[in-house]
C-alpha cells in the first residue's frame, strides 16, 4: 500500500480524498493535516462516509509536526492555499517520497527562482497536479493533433462563475494567489505548451479588475490599497519552436504559432465553461466542456468538390467527425479501471490522473525510472507563462503596483532562502559552495554570503 498524507483539507484536498478512496487497493490515507478544524472535520467526513472499508487516519494541525512523520510517507499531497506550495515544496523534496503539488507551484518570480536553484537537490519524486490535461474532452483534442497538419492557431476560453469562497478568503488576494493568471491560467498556459509543442516567445495583455468588487467582499477589508484579483482578461500570445528555424514561404512574414486566451469570470449563463479550438493547415479541433464533445474538420482537399472558388465549399467538400466524450471508452483504453462514481468539478480527471501516478509510483518501485506526466519544470513554465502575462498588461496605469509578488520576504514565501540553502545544504554531497552558488545566482545579488 502506498501511504499517504494530505497536506492542505480544503476543497481540492477534499476531492482528492475521495479518489483515493476509490483506489483503496492502492492507497492508504495516513495523515490528515490542516489549521482549519472545519476542512479537517469534512475531509474526515468523506472518508466515514465513504463505502470503502478504512481506518480513520491521524489528525494534525501543523505542518512541523506531519513533517517529523515522513519516514511514514509515501506520498504527500500538497493542497494548500497557492503561496504556501513553493515553501513545502522545498521542505519535503530534501526526503525521498512522492510529492504530488496543487498548481500553481510557485506565485512570484521569486518563488520560480527558488524552486530553480533547488530542483539539482530535489530527492523527492514531484508530480504537478495539472488537472485539465486529464479532462475527456481536452485529452481526446490532444489525441487528435496530427489529423489538423501543423497548428498555426489556439484559442482557449473560460467563461465561467467568480472564484468560490475558501479559508480566509486567500484566493481572492493578489499576494496569496499570486492573480488570477497565474492562480487559474497556469492550467490554460500548460495546455498552451503541450498543444503546440512550442515555448511561448512574447504575450500581451488586456484585463478588467474589480468588477467583483461587492460580490468579493472588498468593501469590507480595512485595507484601502486592497488591489483586487483580475476578473477577465485577452492574453494574446505567440510561440516559437526553438529546436527548429523555420524557413519562411515566399511573401510570407509569420510563421510563428498564434494563441488567444479568454476568460471572464462573471459568466454564469455560458452555454460552454471551457472552449478549446486548434486549427492547424489541414483542419481543426474544437473541444466544448461540461458538453464534453470534440468535433473534428479536415479542410477540402485540392482532389475534392471544392472546384469553383468563387463560391464558399460545399457542405460535401469537408469532414466532421464528432466525438462524446462523456463516455471514458471513447478516450481512454483503460477506462474500466477508472472508478465509475467521482466527486469534484474537474469531469473525473482527477482520477485519472490518480491511476497515472500510481502506475508511475508502481514503476519506481520496480527500479524503473519515475516519469510524472507533469513534471515540476512543466509547473514552473506555466507560473511563468502567468507571470509574464501579468506583466504585459497594457490597459493598467499603476502595473508595477500590482505586479505579481517579488520578494523573498514576503508573507507568499517566509524563509524562502532559508529553505532553498537547507536543501542544499541537505543534499549537497559536499559541494557546498556550488549550491550556494545556484542560490546566489537566482537572488540576483539579493543574498550575500561570505565563504570564508
Not at 306 to 330: A, G, H, N, T
Not at 370 to 380: A, E, N, R, T, Y
Amino acid at each position: 500500500m502506498i501511504r499517504v498524507a494530505i497536506l492542505g483539507c480544503g476543497m481540492m484536498g477534499q476531492e482528492h480524498v475521495s479518489y483515493i478512496l476509490k483506489y483503496k487497493d492502492s492507497l492508504s490515507i495516513e495523515f490528515l493535516c490542516d489549521p482549519n478544524q472545519s476542512s479537517i472535520d469534512t475531509a474526515l467526513s468523506i472518508i466515514e462516509n465513504s463505502p470503502a472499508s478504512c481506518r480513520i487516519p491521524r489528525i494534525l494541525s501543523d505542518e512541523k509536526e506531519l513533517l517529523q512523520h515522513v519516514h511514514e510517507i509515501d506520498l504527500l499531497v500538497v493542497a494548500s492555499p497557492n503561496y504556501m506550495h513553493t515553501p513545502q515544496i522545498l521542505r519535503w523534496a530534501q526526503h525521498e517520497i512522492t510529492i504530488l503539488v496543487e498548481k500553481p507551484v510557485a506565485i512570484s518570480e521569486k518563488q520560480v527562482s527558488a524552486l530553480k536553484a533547488a530542483l539539482p537537490n530535489c530527492r523527492a519524486k514531484i508530480w504537478v497536479a495539472m488537472e485539465y490535461r486529464f479532462i475527456p474532452a481536452i485529452n481526446k483534442l490532444l489525441q487528435l493533433l496530427p489529423e489538423v497538419g501543423e497548428i498555426k492557431k489556439v484559442t482557449i476560453r473560460e467563461n465561467r462563475y467568480p472564484f468560490l469562497s475558501k479559508v480566509g478568503e486567500w484566493n481572492k488576494e493578489t499576494e496569496k494567489s499570486g492573480d488570477t493568471l497565474v492562480e487559474k491560467c497556469c492550467h490554460f498556459f500548460d495546455l498552451f505548451r503541450l498543444i503546440t509543442g512550442q515555448e511561448m516567445s512574447s504575450c500581451v495583455s488586456k484585463v478588467h479588475r474589480g468588477l467583483l468588487w461587492d460580490h468579493y467582499g472588498y468593501q469590507d477589508n480595512e485595507d484601502n490599497d486592497v488591489v483586487p484579483i483580475i476578473d477577465s482578461a485577452y492574453v494574446l500570445l505567440d510561440f516559437v519552436n526553438p529546436s527548429r528555424l523555420e524557413k519562411p514561404r515566399k511573401n510570407s512574414t509569420m510563421h510563428s504559432t498564434l494563441g488567444c486566451l479568454e476568460l471572464c469570470m462573471f459568466a454564469e449563463g455560458s452555454r460552454h465553461q471551457e472552449e478549446i479550438i486548434v486549427t492547424g493547415m489541414k483542419g481543426r479541433i474544437e473541444a466544448y466542456l461540461p458538453e464534453n464533445k470534440v468535433f473534428l474538420y479536415q479542410r477540402p482537399t485540392p482532389a475534392g468538390p471544392w472546384k469553383d472558388k468563387s463560391k464558399p465549399p460545399p457542405l460535401d467538400s469537408f469532414s466532421e467527425v464528432v466525438y462524446d466524450c462523456s463516455d471514458l471508452r471513447q478516450v481512454y483504453d483503460f477506462a474500466d479501471d477508472i472508478p465509475e462514481m467521482h466527486s469534484g468539478y474537474h469531469y473525473c480527471s482527477t482520477a485519472i490522473e490518480w491511476k497515472y501516478l500510481i502506475d508511475a509510483i508502481k514503476e519506481s518501485e520496480k527500479g524503473n525510472l519515475f516519469v510524472p506526466k507533469v513534471s515540476l519544470d512543466d509547473g514552473i513554465k506555466a507560473v511563468e507563462m502567468g507571470i509574464s502575462s501579468m506583466n504585459n498588461i497594457t490597459n493598467e496605469e499603476s502595473r508595477s503596483k500590482i505586479a505579481p509578488v517579488r520578494a523573498f520576504s514576503s508573507q507568499s514565501s517566509e524563509n524562502l532562502l532559508d529553505l532553498v540553502l537547507s536543501s542544499a545544504l541537505a543534499t549537497s554531497h559536499g559541494h557546498v559552495k556550488e549550491a550556494f552558488m545556484r542560490v546566489i545566482d537566482a537572488c540576483d545579488g539579493e543574498y550575500k554570503v561570505n565563504f570564508e
